[in-house]
């Protein structure tokens, strides 16, 4: 399965190629590096050299170039939300454009539920859910799934392990009108974090992950894909609610398969029942139908 993310009326991918990748956020065009883009470009090398933001690498070191005049950070709108674009040290923008059709998976799976999800411990099997859908957003960074959830009502707990990050998330918040939803701002290791709520006996309707896969959390405890994602997953199975709506997990880490975490999904199937969709997200080039892929997925529902 290919999920695209079409031009945006503030985004755009114009062009890629030659390990490259060019973009418009906003009136801004960002050159980085993607190691994805094996072809030849299709733009002019005068297009190229237009842009306002690029990022070079020399051996370990790296930096941006950025034309007098361009700003060092900006918001755009985008998925019906507000962010604020910055230049990072690892390339990234604080945004990720692929994710999109994602968030409108979410939308409108917790939308659904909010108005005809049956109450558990109602009688009559037909009762509108009393309260929000809660989420749990694991490796949250910005905050792009948090918000598309509180938008509609959800109850949201943020997770991640870079406090720089998390105060991002919020200022995203703010800038969406989201300041007062209701969502919880955690700083923490993600397994911490887990075995402490599962101590507390807190559930969750719903959980969204994106593992990296190398990382510290604050206190400098060490992630390692290879070594604790089934840990998580196994957690991620204890904290569930008894009538979860879906998992979500996104990838990022070179050399694996979104058949790898279909497998794991597999499990939720079993209990609840339900379907998984796995496969790559991609972002369409604005005049051409050439796709950049971006990361790869695998999600479960509870239909």
Known sequence: MILKTEKQKEYELIDSGNGEKLERYDKYIFRRPDPEAIWEKSKELSIWEKADLKFVRSGTKTKWI????TSRSWDINFGDLVFSIRPTSFKHTGLFPEQLPNWQWMEEIITKASGERPCLKGTQGKALRSEPVKVLNLFAYTGGATLACAKIGAEV?????????VEWARENAKLSGLENASIRWIVD???VFLKREIKRGRKYDAIIMDPPSFGHGPKDELWKIEEHFLELMKLCKEILSDDPLFILINGYTAGYSAIAYENNLKYFVKKYGGKIESGELVITESNSDRLLPCGIFARWEKS
């Open 157 to 165: 707990c943020h997770v991640d392990g870079s406090k720089t990050a």
């Open 66 to 69: 950025v034309k007098d005049g």
């Open 189 to 191: 290791d993600v397994l």
